[in-house]
Antibody
Framework: QLQLQESGPGLVKPSETLSLTCTVSGGSISSSNYYWGWIRQPPGMGLEWIGSIYYSGSTYYNPSLKSRVTISVDTSKNQFSLKLISVTAADTAVYYC??????????????????WGQGTLVTVSS | DIQMTQSPSSLSASVGDRVTITCRASQSISGYLNWYQQKPGKAPKLLIYAASSLQSGVPSRFSGGGSGTDFTLTISSLQPEDFATYYCQQSYSTPWTFGQGTKVEIK
């Protein structure tokens, strides 16, 4: 059974860099049909997609965060990582990693996020 | 960006009730719509993908419908374990976006 687990510091100072890693177990991050993504949820609020990466290193990001985000992959460790620079209090959130899968319906491909990691709370505060 | 709007934002219902949650997209997204369930302190869980396909392991009392801009998630007979927050998400175009959530509470 595929499982994802986030890890990293729970407290980051304003203007510094948030760094998180997602470790994938029970399956290979190099599976050809899947992308791997980061999604965040500020306390008491909704969900925001941050970006996704393929095992080859191909990435795509939410334009609202693109200037500050880098997602990378380490296939040897079955991990992918998130870096968010110049953080402020507005970046305080639970950060989730998730697999982006796809299903083919005839000639149409539909995408979904499943499974998700348990999430890790990152607080930006001095 | 495609904006997703859910209604209602919250609802109170009793065990056994039929519950319907609506999600509206700011433009047509065909059937590129997923539904997730999130319980307090837990990660979201995929319930429905491609508007109406039930994810493996999800009880059949959950169903999804709609196409274009208007979608529904229906719980045919609400169970105690269904009290949670439900989110819709469009996968038509990036950036992928979510609705603001609908909290289903016990009456």
């Amino acid at each position: 059974q595929l499982q994802l687990q986030e890890s990293g510091p729970g407290l980051v100072k304003p203007s510094e860099t948030l760094s998180l890693t997602c470790t994938v177990s029970g399956g290979s991050i190099s599976s050809s049909n899947y992308y791997w993504g980061w999604i965040r949820q500020p306390p008491g609020m909704g969900l925001e997609w941050i970006g996704s990466i393929y095992y080859s290193g191909s990435t795509y990001y939410n334009p609202s965060l693109k200037s500050r985000v880098t997602i990378s992959v380490d296939t040897s460790k079955n991990q992918f990582s998130l870096k968010l620079i110049s953080v402020t209090a507005a970046d305080t959130a639970v950060y989730y990693c998730a697999r982006r899968g796809s299903t083919i319906f005839g000639v149409v491909v539909r995408y979904w996020f499943d499974p998700w990691g348990q999430g890790t709370l990152v607080t930006v505060s001095s | 960006d495609i904006q997703m709007t859910q209604s209602p934002s919250s609802l109170s219902a009793s065990v056994g009730d039929r519950v319907t949650i609506t999600c509206r997209a700011s433009q047509s997204i065909s059937g590129y719509l997923n539904w997730y369930q999130q319980k307090p302190g837990k990660a979201p869980k995929l319930l429905i993908y491609a508007a109406s396909s039930l994810q493996s392991g999800v009880p059949s009392r959950f169903s999804g419908g709609g196409s274009g801009t208007d979608f529904t998630l229906t719980i045919s007979s609400l169970q105690p374990e269904d009290f949670a927050t439900y989110y819709c998400q469009q996968s038509y175009s990036t950036p992928w976006t979510f609705g603001q959530g609908t909290k289903v509470e016990i009456k």
